[in-house]
């Protein structure tokens, strides 16, 4: 009986340890993850760091580096070396007297060449020039890519900016709505209200919490949208900067404020001009191939054999390999002197050091008539160069649009930014004159609400026109801002 209470005691010590040990996990852990304010830089940074469409450009233009590396390294000669070795079993042809004769033949040749080509039709200085365009347009395409990022990221914040905005004033409206529900209770139980008078703000106090309640979801959403984006967890907590310091309130943008061929937008018009450019060299690469190519060659060879045969043979320096007309005098063979007919006793060093030639090389070569491939290839590479031009003019005439547009938005979100600061100031002073007035009770509480409702109105307006207009500023910036 003993033994079964102290095994229960123990368990139940250890099971409420290991309770307060993860309790104190947790706890910290709480500690731990406390949330953290993200300002707009920082998202812009971290966005920056994890797109994957920007990782892609970088993997682009470090490809099209390499190519232009590669370039110029088709310039150098071409090195090549063979050898290879043979072992023949059986019958074989005597080199003395033309017979076939049973022996076991071991042979090997060796050979080191360069070929350096002299004129290819400009070929290779059209690729080094199209390869060198190719990777500025990378570059640029690369900025624009991440102007692009930058502006999403922009989007992304500001909407998530106003509709923490918006949830703070239904949050606002919702305490103030309880706050006059109260007091309405205790003037009706006084007899000073009529009764009717609960059920109408009973109405509008279920009303504003279903807003606050949709505005908050409309928060969590914005929010899941900017963390996913910027690619930080769900789960992590996260907070706006709501203050946004670095954006300036709304001013009259003048046009010294702006560059047209400064801007990060001018990048698109730069890409798009460097693959003209680059398409026109492929035009003239392609048209220099119907010209001839000249290429200087030099090549070194050598060879062994070794002769392992079943009878033996005098050791002899030219071999007969016929004989004249008459059958008097032999033909020898041409070759040097040091090479053997039967050089099973010839060490394979001393044979290749023997058999060694030497080849120069100056080839001509002129493709009359490909079955009009050249043709083709030509006319192919004249359109990609026409289409590429009709790019190019058509990032030059989005450009000019997208800041016409853009200037056009920015003074009209300066204009409404305005007008809504006006109604709002005026909706202020009418909610004041109000509270004064039920105060002194002129007018009654459903009166006094229907203005803090049209106060609320007025103020998210201003917000999100403030909120727009800091939006196309922001925009303009990164694609027309001077760089400092």
Known sequence: MSLLFIFSLYFFVNLFSRKI?????????????????????????????????????DIQYKLAKLNHQQSYFNLLPSIIFNSGANYNIGYSISPLDF???????LSGTASLSAQLVLFQGLQQINNIAQQKLLSKAAAHERSAIETQVKIQTITLYLQALLAERVMRISENQLEFSCQNLEKS????????????????????????????????NQLKRQLFQLKNYIRIESYLPFELDTQ????????????????????NLHSLIEAARYRYEAAQKALAMQKGSLLPTITL?????????????TR?????????????????????????????????????LTQLQSNRQEQVMLNFSWNLFGKMNKHTQIQTARLTEQLAEIR????????????????LQIENAYSDYIANTEIYEATQNSYQIAQQKY??????LIELSNVTAQLQTAEINKARSLIEWQFIYKIIMEYYGKEE
Request: net charge negative; aromatic share 10%.
């Open 392 to 407: 190019w003019q058509q990032a030059i005439q989005k450009s000019k649009e997208e800041y016409f547009s853009t200037s």
């Open 297 to 309: 060659g030099y090549a070194q060879g050598t060879n062994f054999i070794n002769a392992a045969k």
């Open 439 to 444: 105060e002194a009770g002129l007018i009654t």
């Open 99 to 105: 017979s076939f004769i049973e022996q076991n033949t």
């Open 185 to 216: 209770l205790e003037l009706i139980d006084a007899g000073l209200l009529p009764s009717s008078n609960k059920y109408e703000l009973i109405a509008q106090l279920n009303l504003d919490e279903a807003n606050h309640l949709k505005n908050q």
């Open 312 to 348: 033996e043979y005098r050791l002899i320096a030219n071999p007969v390999i016929g004989f004249t007309q008459n059958g008097l005098e032999p033909v020898r063979s041409l070759s040097s002197s040091q090479v053997l007919t039967s050089e099973i006793n010839t060490p394979i």
């Open 244 to 263: 946004l310091v670095q954006l300036p309130h709304p001013i009259v943008l003048k046009k010294a404020d702006v560059d047209l061929d400064q801007g």
């Open 21 to 57: 040990a993860i309790y104190f996990i947790f706890l910290g852990f709480n500690f731990s993850i406390s949330a953290q304010i993200y300002t707009l830089d920082t998202c812009i940074t971290l966005a920056l760091k994890n797109n994957f469409e920007i990782a892609q450009t």
